[in-house]
């Protein structure tokens, strides 16, 4: 299994109030990704890190912000949570050209 | 960007059988990925394969990349093989997901 993992992999919380998701690896990988799952849409990319301090959007930024200030932590922002936030969020990583691995997800309830 | 469309969508097969599930892509790749997502959640990696033939135990993938397509296939399916399975292709670093192929294996 490669070494990600992700917190808090359950959470509630409150419309308006701001949630940070983090994810963790251990394979010292370059790439570190950002995904959303809902029902009939698949995955779709928030923001990806090529590096530390280096991030760049995806297709559904608007209202996530991220950082990564070391190799192995890649940290996911909800500034003000909404109810169409509640989604599953997954964390993914990769060396670069090659394959990707995914974080077990976190299940977010935006009430 | 690049668009991702999987068939069929829904697949439901005796135990035994033998499926194949197809991903096409709008534009030129230099990463494409089958995953499959088990009833629990967990997306695990079943092929890195932009181009050529490759096969692990009862699946097999084959991409035709001048043509925009990758098959999966299925032998012999498993209850376990049940869950949805997804295509994810890119040019870059960013892989964009199709909406997936749920597979549904009876006993």
């Known amino acids: 299994d490669a070494g990600i993992t992700q917190s808090p992999r359950h959470k509630v919380t409150e419309t308006g109030t701001p949630v940070t998701l983090r994810c963790h690896q251990t394979?010292?990988?370059?790439?570190m990704y950002w995904y959303r799952q809902d029902p009939g849409h698949g995955l779709r990319l928030i923001h990806y890190?090529?590096?530390?301090?280096?991030?760049d959007k995806g297709e559904v930024s608007d209202g996530y912000s991220v950082s990564r200030s070391k190799t192995e932590d890649f940290l996911l922002t909800l500034e003000s949570a909404t109810s169409s936030q509640t989604s599953v969020y997954f964390c993914?990583?990769?060396?670069?050209?090659?394959?990707?691995?995914f974080g077990e997800g976190s299940w977010l309830t935006v009430v | 960007g690049i668009q991702v469309e999987q068939s069929p969508p829904d697949l439901i097969l005796q135990e035994g059988a033998n499926s194949t599930l197809r991903c096409n892509f709008s534009?030129?790749?230099?990463?494409l990925q089958w995953f499959h997502q088990n009833p629990w959640g967990q997306l695990i990696n079943l092929f890195y394969?932009?181009?050529g033939t490759k096969q692990n135990g009862r699946l097999s993938a084959t991409t035709v990349a001048t043509e925009r397509y990758s098959l999966l296939y299925i032998s012999s399916s498993q209850t376990t093989d049940s869950g949805v399975y997804f295509c994810?292709?890119?040019?870059?670093?960013?892989?964009?997901f199709g909406t997936g192929t749920r597979l549904t294996i009876i006993p």
């Open positions: 994810a292709v890119s040019g870059n670093e960013k892989l964009t």
């Open positions: 534009d030129s790749v230099n990463n």
């Open positions: 394969i932009p181009s």
């Open positions: 890190s090529y590096g530390v301090k280096d991030t």
């Open positions: 993914a990583i990769s060396a670069g050209g090659n394959t990707i691995y």
């Open positions: 394979e010292n990988h370059r790439y």
